[in-house]
Structure formats: structure tokens, C-alpha cells
């Protein structure tokens, strides 16, 4: 069965791993039976922080066999999502805040079979994707504002499991299979409120992941989706 076929779905987020040590990291992550990992792009333009170059991420998919599910989070994203095609993502989504043309961006991303999505800052509403759920593989909500998770009074909106909901009834209403994905603060908590089919994609980071015992965190984190699944 394919990884995205699968339900409760677990991406780890690369820059929240040791990055002096991300190969040894990423082995312990397949080791744990992790199938993907979640490549975060930044510029320091339209989220405010830039800890992942390219040439980190082509040297790292020569490395391993993950799926990499990307996520584009820049101002200007033609030279990005071009890169990361040639790089060999397997899915990559972008920004409707920062995207002109939506439509146009999915089918291009499409035309080099890739999965493509759209992602949503938290105050950005859901009939952005009104005329474009259909092309969409994936859709990623964020939880917080992205790139601020550095900053310790950043929590979850108090408004996210009301949209995860809407967008999971419109998604359910037009019998569509587009996955919902979550990133922000993710904890076990929220894994174990929203994993058992409200959403379908769980980015994890530093609030349920300890980069200094990834194999006990993934344990955890793995029992938890057993018993949701």
C-alpha cells in the first residue's frame, strides 16, 4: 500500500532535527518505520527564519528513500518549486498567500507527477479553495504562523479544530480523496483528538519529538497511531 493511502500519517519536520547530524537523524527515522519526512522551505522574507538550504536537501535525497513532503513557505516561488522538482520530491505545496495563480501552479507541479497541494496560514479562510480543492492532493493547514515557532507564546489558534473540521466537510461533501495535513505545535494531544479520520497527515516537531531520543518519541508516537488506526 502506498504511503499516502495510509491513514494517521506521520512526517517528522527535518529542521526540527539535529541539523549538524541530519543523516545519522534521518537513519534513525527510517529505522522507526517513519516513511516520510516533511522538508520545510523557507526564505526569510515571508516567514521570518531560513534554517534549510537546497543543497542540504539534494544531498539528503540522494541518501535516503523517504517520501519527501515539501512544504514551499517563500514570497517568490517559481526558482523554489522548479528546484525541488529536479531535486525528486513526492509531494510539494505552496502557499495560496503568496501564489497568483493557484490553479496554475497545481497543474504544473502535476505535469512533472508530483503530488501538489496548497497550505493556508491560520487566518487565511477556506474559500481561497473553493474553485481548486479538486486538483488538490493535499491540503496543509497551519496551525500557527509560519515561522514563528521560535517564538515560545506562539500557540495553536483557538479556531484550528473548527477549521480542520470545515475543511474536512467540504472535502467529505464533494467525495473527494484530498488529504488534510496538519503542522504547527503538533502534540500527541492533537494526534490523538484529530488522527482517527478528521485529518490525515501529522507534521511533528520539537512539541512531541526529543532530536536526542527520536527513537523512544517515534515508540510513542507509533503506538499512539496504532490504536488509532
Not at 527515522?29 to 534554517?51: C, N, Q, R, T
Not at 496551525?143 to 507564546?153: D, Q, S, T
Request: charged letters at 25%.
Amino acid at each position: 500500500m502506498s504511503i499516502w493511502e495510509e491513514r494517521c500519517i506521520i512526517s517528522p519536520s527535518l529542521i526540527c532535527l539535529d541539523m549538524c547530524n541530519l543523516e545519522s537523524q534521518v537513519r534513525i527515522l527510517e529505522k522507526s518505520g517513519i516513511s516520510m519526512l516533511h522538508v520545510d522551505i523557507l526564505d526569510g522574507h515571508f516567514s521570518p527564519s531560513m534554517p534549510l538550504g537546497l543543497d542540504t536537501v539534494r544531498q539528503l535525497r540522494a541518501k535516503t528513500n523517504l517520501a519527501f513532503d515539501c512544504h514551499v513557505m517563500v514570497t517568490e516561488q517559481d526558482y523554489f518549486v522548479d528546484e525541488l522538482l529536479d531535486i525528486g520530491v513526492q509531494q510539494l505545496i505552496f502557499h495560496a498567500e503568496t501564489q497568483p495563480h493557484i490553479d496554475g501552479m497545481l497543474n504544473r507541479i502535476h505535469a512533472r507527477g508530483v503530488r501538489a497541494g496548497v497550505a493556508l496560514k491560520p487566518s487565511t479562510p477556506l474559500s481561497v479553495l473553493e474553485y481548486v480543492l479538486e486538483k488538490c492532493d493535499t491540503v496543509l493547514l497551519m496551525l500557527i504562523n509560519p515561522g514563528y515557532a521560535f517564538v515560545k507564546g506562539e500557540k495553536q489558534t483557538v479556531y484550528a479544530e473548527r477549521k480542520i473540521k470545515d475543511l474536512r466537510k467540504m472535502i467529505d461533501e464533494r467525495g473527494l480523496n484530498t488529504k488534510i495535513e496538519l503542522d504547527g505545535r503538533i502534540s500527541l494531544e492533537n494526534i490523538q483528538n484529530w488522527g482517527g479520520g478528521l485529518a490525515d497527515i501529522f507534521v511533528t516537531g520539537s512539541t512531541c519529538l526529543n532530536r536526542d531520543d527520536l527513537e523512544g518519541s517515534f515508540n510513542t508516537i507509533n503506538e499512539l497511531r496504532r490504536n488509532l488506526i
